[in-house]
């Protein structure tokens, strides 16, 4: 599971509150995240917070701070805009076919007007490499290139040329490499030689230009310098390209419903065109909610709680799914739900009962179950005596099994004891002195065992598990079991070590 | 012998003062004497004190020119009183090294005279004060410290320890020692002889023997315990007797997406042979392609390109729950639908760096109930009364995330002795992507959960790293010594 990494004091004022670490522990105990670390860095106190792997929207500290505020009520969820500008108006990307070889999609956006500062650009370099570890699986599947626009000119084209011929001066460098001389460069580098065998065995590396042949990106490994970002951009160029079309729409959305916050236009997003090899146009990003329609039975039944439609809209709304009752006819109440582009885990009915039950709370559906339980089970006292029975015949001690009745003298005479007569439980018509009295030890039977076996080979190891029989004011009717372990020993010499 | 002795003697004295003086008055061997006087003491017959002195004893040197004379006198009574002898013929007469002892000794004492080629005598008669001082030593007679000294220098006496005893009458004296028997034989019984025996106290301290015998492995007494507390709840066991299983039952039948950290995150073992499954439900196959890549029972699905390839790989299955998908999927083709629990508690394999708390192989239970309109509430319930049999009855859930369940929880229950919350388990309501394409009809659900059976054997046992509990690094101690199991009593 991810684990994502937020200032403390940073999180804390964007939640609007001093949260103590135990109380902030709770509120994630609650939606379902974990503090998993606490660390110190640069006096800097830094929260290590857990999440869901198919959670994107909460890789990064905007997508935390936004998803918890909702969840607290304190905010509404963002409806996000594509902003409606003219096709022609749109920057385009055109792809040339020979991308197919390597690396056959791209989707791209521009986040307009937009003001960083230290904190949220490098929650946008942060959230970029968490992409790239998780649902990009390295970025084999998806890349993230982000470029300032203000120093590129469209329309881009995106293409797939041969090594040799690919030729700019890459991030961070100064003078100009070739593609190939690129793949050799980076070898060493520790953070970028494990993306190079996405690529390198290739006849073409992808490649992205804008129409004055600046390169934007060499995808998957490095982006151009000339349009590298700051603190400073203003107007944000992102493109990805991918071998899963479907992560790279997610990407995308994720990258612009976490970083449009910060935008002139809050949540508003600039639409870039994507033309296929063929010919086919394709409008990005797509930020349209997913519609479900969904029978309220279905949400609170899963759950096992009761809940009106009401209730259960306004406890979907804290969770950013957006829900209204359905005007459609019919007995059955249902719940039209508008997923939101940050909420691509949600695939079918079941998710948006789990939201449900968060919101509900565990604890409040805990409440509502039984205490007593049931099903079979045993004694505490049978289970300790048939464990204790096995190790003895586990050291070497055979079982007997002998009669609960036996004569007066074999618990008195016979044993040198003496009756003080408020121990044994008597008989009062027995048919012969063999049933006398109930024992009140185990030894007469071990006894016996041993008188009736002395023809059985040296050494006699025995013992008995059972209950005796003794008087007891205690109880109802006088008299009691108490379960009693005993063993022997007999052999032509005392043994005391056995 | 001696023993009666001893014993006589202190019937008619208050004591004997010095063991040495009374074996040598009795004739008897001190050491001898010394060992009984031990023994006596031991059983409390007599009171010895010990008595320790330094004498002087004589070397074996000495212990010669106490006989025969020292060198100087032997070398002096050769010489003849006129006249003298020449120093050849007193050389011959003696060995080299009494010779020259002797020359060194006699001319310091200005016995003799030795000339270049004649010895005389330069007094007529000399007393051997060396003999002498040698017996009074021998004789236990106490010299001056300068002869001493130069008999020590000589190396004809040493210094020693002396030991002995002085003894009185014990709490237990009488004449005769009386023999304590510690073995009571049959034959003590048929001769009478055990009327007049007296025997040995039985030391309850003593640390005995262990019995000879087996003994069961702890984990697998806490994993019978679990079986029948699932026993006792109705649940039926599941074959689990498969280690090998392919991707697509350990995966792809439980709606976990191919090319997803989910799966890696499991850090699985693929096989190199059997490489690749040898057959799949074709036609069940064909459905759960579908989920994957598009949906449908009112799914969005995941929309990306199943790879048949990826199912067919083999791994050592990374959860028990493979085997819960086989066994769904068979209670699936059955008609009519009958509810079902089953339970299991077998072997999985995890390709995870090995530390204190984790192995490559280790025990996962599993329970599963199936039947039509199961809630979360319904979970709770169930784990409320499973955890209880287990002796935890303090939960807590927490939302998580499962591939394969919606809602997922975790399980915490509240450890009285480290005064917080722990993680127990893991559980989940079956997502309908997954019972659906296997032929389950709408209504019927599916809530499991599952923990592993080291952690609560370690935490019962108080062992805090697992390779002391499993595998061929543990201490046979552990295994002959380990208590029962009494989880849940």
Known sequence: MPKVPVGRDRLFRGLGKEYTQEEFEDLCFNFGLELDDVATEDDEVIYKIEVAANRYDLLCFEGIVQSLRIFKGLDQIPKYVVCNIPRESMLKIKIKPETALVRPFVVSTVLRDITFDQASYKSFIDLQDMLHQNICRGRTLVAIGTHDLDTIQGPFTYEALPPTEINFVPLKQVKSFRGDELMKFYESDLKLKKFLHIIEKSPVFPVIYDRNRTVLSLPPIINGAHSAISPQTKNVFIECTATDLTKAKIVLNTMVTMFSMYCKRKFEVEPVEVISSDGQSYVYPDLSPYSMEVPLSKITGRIGVSADANQVISLLNRMQLLAEKSVSSGDECSIIVSVPPTRSDVLEACDVAEDFAIAYGFENILAKVSSSTRGGGEQSLSQISNLIRLEFAMSGFSEVLTWILCSYNDITTMLNQKDDNSTSVKISNPRSSDFEVARTTLMPGLLKTVRENNHHPKPIKIFEVGDVVLLNEMNDVGARNRHHLAALYCDDHSGFEV | ?489
């Open chain 2, 1 to 489: 012998m001696a023993e009666k002795a001893i014993l006589e003697q202190l019937q008619s004295n208050e004591e004997i003062s010095n063991s040495g003086d009374f074996a040598t008055s009795t004739g008897f061997d001190h050491e001898e004497i010394k060992n009984i006087t031990r023994s006596l003491h031991g059983f409390q017959l007599v009171d010895a004190q010990e008595i320790k002195k330094e004498i002087w004893e004589l070397t074996n040197e000495g212990k010669l020119y106490a006989e025969i004379g020292s060198p100087e006198f032997q070398l002096f009574s050769a010489v003849p009183p006129e006249g003298g002898i020449s120093r050849q013929e007193l050389q011959q007469k003696f060995d080299p090294l009494v010779y020259k002892i002797g020359c060194q000794a006699a001319v310091k004492n200005k016995w003799l005279e030795m000339g270049r080629q004649q010895v005389l005598r330069k007094i007529q008669t000399v007393e051997d004060s060396v003999k002498d001082l040698l017996l009074q030593i021998k004789d236990g007679q106490v010299i001056s410290s300068e002869d001493i000294n130069s008999l020590k220098r000589r190396k004809l006496i040493e210094l020693k320890t002396w030991n002995g005893y002085s003894i009185r009458k014990g709490p237990n004296f009488s004449l005769e020692r009386k023999k304590l028997v510690s073995v009571f034989t049959r034959e003590h019984l048929l001769s009478g002889e055990w009327k007049n025996l007296e025997f040995k106290k039985y030391n309850f301290d003593a640390n005995a023997l262990p019995p000879s015998g087996g003994h069961l492995h702890p984990l697998l007494k806490v994993r019978e315990r679990i079986r029948n507390i699932f026993i006792a709840m109705g649940f039926k066991e599941m074959q689990t007797n498969n280690y090998v299983e392919s991707s697509f039952w350990n995966f792809d039948a439980l709606f976990q997406p191919q090319q997803h950290p989910a799966r890696d995150s499991h850090d699985t073992f693929f096989l190199k042979a059997p490489s690749t499954t040898l057959s799949l439900p074709e036609s069940y196959l064909d459905k759960v392609k579908q989920v994957h890549e598009s949906g449908g029972y009112g799914s969005k699905g995941y929309q990306y390109e199943w790879k048949r390839e990826e199912a067919e790989k083999n791994v050592f299955r990374t959860h028990t729950t493979a085997v819960t998908a086989r066994v769904l999927y068979s209670l699936a083709q059955q008609r009519p639908f009958t509810p079902q629990r089953y339970f299991s508690i077998d072997r999985v394999f995890r390709n995870e760096a090995v530390d204190r708390t984790h192995l490559a192989e280790f025990h996962q239970i599993e329970g599963v109930i199936c039947d039509r309109g199961l809630t979360l509430a319904d979970l709770m319930q169930v784990l409320q009364d499973f955890f209880k049999k287990m002796g935890m009855s303090n939960l807590k859930f927490k939302a998580t995330c499962n591939p394969y369940t919606e809602p997922s929880m975790e399980i915490y229950s509240y450890h009285e002795g480290l005064k917080k919350w722990v993680e127990i388990g893991n559980s989940g309501m079956f997502r309908p992507e997954m019972l659906r394409p296997m032929g389950f009809p709408e209504d019927v659900t599916a809530i499991a959960w599952g923990l592993s059976l080291e952690r609560p054997t370690m935490i019962l046992y108080g062992i805090d790293n697992i390779r002391d509990l499993f595998g061929p690094k543990v201490d046979l101690k552990l295994i002959k010594r380990n208590p029962i199991c009494k989880l849940g009593m």
